[in-house]
């Protein structure tokens, strides 16, 4: 079995910071993409920030220059640095990562279970 564990959520005021931390544990054979997205009340599920399957990262136009993805291979881990936070920004962060298990010859895709961020004065 993968899980994926998510930690560092909490309420910040407006122009504060967080660092969100995701662990990938169980029958890991490899972690190909791993990273960040987020969903807000009434709202689509959306990037926040990713590591593709070649090692680059992408991230959402609205976090661009105030969010950094980073990565701990070893650890199968990936953190989110986030600065300059918005109300806006406050949604229910959510890890994504495709891992191919030991019993498994694919990847599948794998969810957390969801860390609340909240920006508010």
């Known amino acids: 079995q993968v899980q994926l564990v998510e930690s560092g959520g909490g309420l910040v005021q407006p122009g504060g910071s967080l660092r969100l931390s995701c662990a990938a544990s169980?029958?890991?054979?490899?972690?190909?993409?791993m990273g960040w997205y987020r969903q807000a009340p009434g709202k689509e599920r959306e990037l926040v920030a990713t590591?593709?399957?070649?090692?680059?990262?992408r991230y959402g136009d609205s976090v661009k220059g105030r969010f950094t993805i980073s990565r701990d291979n070893a650890k199968n881990t990936v953190y989110l640095q986030m600065n300059s936070l918005r109300p806006e920004d406050t949604a229910v962060y959510y890890c994504?990562?495709?891992?191919?298990?030991?019993?498994?010859?694919?990847?599948?895709?794998?969810w957390g279970q969801g860390t609340q961020v909240t920006v508010s004065s």
């Open positions: 994504n990562a495709y891992i191919k298990a030991y019993s498994s010859s694919y990847y599948s895709a794998y």
């Open positions: 169980g029958t890991i054979r490899v972690v190909s993409a």
């Open positions: 590591f593709t399957a070649d090692g680059s990262t």
